[in-house]
């Protein structure tokens, strides 16, 4: 039977899905002292950029950042899936912008992650539009109560195509 199915594929031109890789990212902290959660994002950023240039022509099709309470401590998690695609569409180059904000108040909580993000988005933007003549931005964005306080990130992954 497999022989067959196969064959059909082969005959009408089937071809299995694009070869993927999933890159994630985990830190977890007690109370982000010294912006240690803010490091994993240019960990994963980097990483990301490393598997597109090593597995190219390759782009990211999904990103996504959590943000959750395990084992009593903020933890804080980045994922990209990569695949492989045609030279016309492959992405060289990745980065990310935002903001992790902490409040009593939700809301308050929210509007500084938003504002902040925007603001390096948009610098982020203009200039990767000028080094390589294009830029898509992807918004994530998660949040969670820990220890009595609204913590909220909001990140823009930022891909040349």
Same mark, same amino acid.
């Given at each position: 039977?497999?022989?067959? %199915?196969? /064959?059909?594929? $082969?005959? +009408?031109? +089937?071809?299995?899905? &694009? #070869?993927?890789?999933?890159? !994630?990212?985990?830190?977890? @902290? $007690?109370?982000?002292?010294?912006?240690?959660? &803010?490091?994993?994002?240019?960990? +994963?950023?980097?990483? $990301?950029?490393?598997?597109?240039?090593?597995?190219?022509? #390759?782009?990211?099709?999904? =990103?996504?950042?959590?943000? !959750?309470?395990?084992?009593?401590? %903020?933890?804080? !998690?980045?994922?990209?899936?990569?695949? #492989?695609? =045609?030279?016309?569409?492959?992405?060289?180059?990745?980065? &990310?912008?935002?903001?992790?904000?902490? @409040? =009593?108040?939700?809301?308050? @909580? %929210?509007?500084?992650?938003? !504002?902040? #993000?925007?603001?390096?988005?948009?610098?982020?933007?203009?200039?990767?539009?000028?080094?390589?003549?294009?830029?898509?931005?992807?918004?994530?964005?998660?949040? =969670?109560?820990?220890?009595?306080?609204?913590?909220?990130?909001?990140?823009? +992954?930022? /891909?040349?195509?």
């Amino acid at each position: 039977m497999k022989k067959i %199915l196969i /064959t059909a594929a $082969v005959i +009408f031109g +089937f071809q299995p899905s &694009h #070869s993927q890789i999933v890159v !994630t990212k985990t830190r977890m @902290s $007690v109370n982000n002292s010294n912006d240690y959660l &803010h490091r994993i994002a240019n960990d +994963f950023a980097n990483e $990301v950029g490393v598997v597109l240039r090593k597995r190219a022509p #390759s782009r990211v099709e999904n =990103t996504s950042v959590k943000l !959750t309470v395990r084992d009593e401590q %903020l933890c804080l !998690t980045y994922t990209a899936k990569i695949v #492989s695609c =045609t030279k016309e569409k492959a992405q060289h180059h990745f980065d &990310h912008r935002g903001a992790l904000s902490a @409040s =009593t108040n939700q809301s308050r @909580s %929210l509007h500084d992650a938003r !504002t902040r #993000s925007y603001q390096q988005k948009n610098k982020a933007e203009k200039e990767f539009k000028r080094v390589y003549g294009n830029a898509k931005c992807i918004l994530s964005s998660d949040c =969670t109560k820990y220890k009595k306080e609204w913590w909220t990130i909001q990140e823009f +992954f930022i /891909t040349d195509k």
